[in-house]
């Protein structure tokens, strides 16, 4: 029964979070997906502004959240100030083309994955958190993948069949990347955040005088 309460108890604290750090990877996505600039320093620009945002959360989520689970309770601190560096990186290195981009996003996402991947993996039987946070690090790890294995020099010339003009580039596919992988991970935690919050919820009393199931 203890356990119960306590279960009930970290979801009622922890359920805003996921929720929160949904709304920047949605807006930012939403801005990818109907923006026709993919330039690599539009996309750190973007990524910046979701990161800020999402580091924020996490630092608020690691000292205000979890003080009941001292291990995640560090991790997500940690991956919170990855997550803020990584901002400012963002920042400080729009202008220097894709190798920039490229360079940000993998380090980010290797590193901020890894962290939560194992976060989860480490917190299976006892956090009622630990597969929202395995599958996000694994979703964020992909990320790094897929930006690794598409080239640099990527280009195709658009047209024939695709009655559409123009060169597609590694750039424009690496920011779509990013953009798909934010508008992903931003379901996934309002679906995690929403069933967090539900679950806290207790059943009604039966009037005096009504059965019992």
Same mark, same amino acid.
């Given at each position: 029964? #203890?356990?119960?309460? $306590? $279960?009930?108890?970290?979801?009622?604290?922890?359920?805003?979070?996921?929720?929160?750090?949904?709304?920047? +990877? *949605?807006? /930012?996505?939403? @801005?990818?997906?109907?923006? #026709?600039?993919?330039?690599?320093?539009? =996309?750190?620009?973007?990524?910046? =502004?979701?990161?800020?945002?999402?580091?924020? @959360?996490?630092?608020?989520?690691? &000292?205000?959240?979890? &003080?009941?689970? $001292?291990?995640?309770?560090? &991790? &997500?601190?940690?991956?919170? @100030?990855?997550?803020? @560096? *990584?901002?400012?990186?963002?920042?400080?290195?729009?202008?220097?083309?894709?190798?920039?981009?490229?360079? %940000?996003?993998? *380090?980010?996402? %290797?590193?901020?994955?890894?962290?939560?991947?194992?976060?989860?993996?480490?917190?299976?039987?006892?956090?009622?958190?630990?597969?929202?946070?395995?599958?996000?690090?694994?979703?964020?790890?992909?990320? +790094? /993948?897929?930006?690794?294995?598409?080239?640099?020099?990527?280009?195709?010339?658009?047209? =024939?069949?695709?009655?559409?003009?123009?060169?597609?580039? +590694?750039?424009?596919?690496?920011?779509?990347?990013?953009?798909?992988?934010?508008? %992903?991970?931003?379901?996934?935690?309002?679906?995690?955040?929403? #069933?967090?919050?539900? =679950?806290?919820? +207790?059943?009604?009393?039966?009037?005096?005088?009504?059965?019992?199931?």
């Amino acid at each position: 029964m #203890s356990d119960s309460v $306590d $279960d009930s108890g970290q979801r009622a604290r922890y359920w805003p979070i996921p929720v929160l750090r949904a709304v920047p +990877a *949605a807006i /930012v996505a939403l @801005v990818i997906t109907f923006s #026709s600039n993919h330039a690599a320093g539009y =996309g750190l620009l973007l990524f910046g =502004g979701f990161a800020v945002v999402d580091g924020l @959360v996490l630092l608020a989520a690691g &000292t205000t959240r979890l &003080t009941a689970d $001292d291990r995640s309770r560090r &991790t &997500t601190t940690a991956q919170a @100030v990855l997550t803020l @560096v *990584a901002a400012i990186a963002a920042f400080a290195c729009n202008g220097l083309g894709l190798p920039a981009f490229i360079a %940000v996003i993998v *380090a980010w996402a %290797v590193l901020t994955g890894a962290l939560e991947l194992t976060q989860g993996l480490r917190a299976r039987r006892r956090s009622p958190f630990a597969r929202d946070w395995t599958t996000i690090g694994g979703l964020t790890l992909l990320l +790094a /993948v897929a930006f690794l294995v598409t080239p640099p020099d990527y280009s195709q010339q658009l047209g =024939g069949v695709e009655q559409v003009t123009g060169t597609l580039d +590694a750039s424009i596919v690496l920011v779509g990347l990013l953009g798909a992988y934010l508008a %992903v991970t931003a379901v996934f935690h309002v679906i995690a955040g929403l #069933s967090h919050k539900w =679950g806290t919820a +207790a059943p009604a009393a039966a009037p005096d005088g009504a059965p019992h199931a």
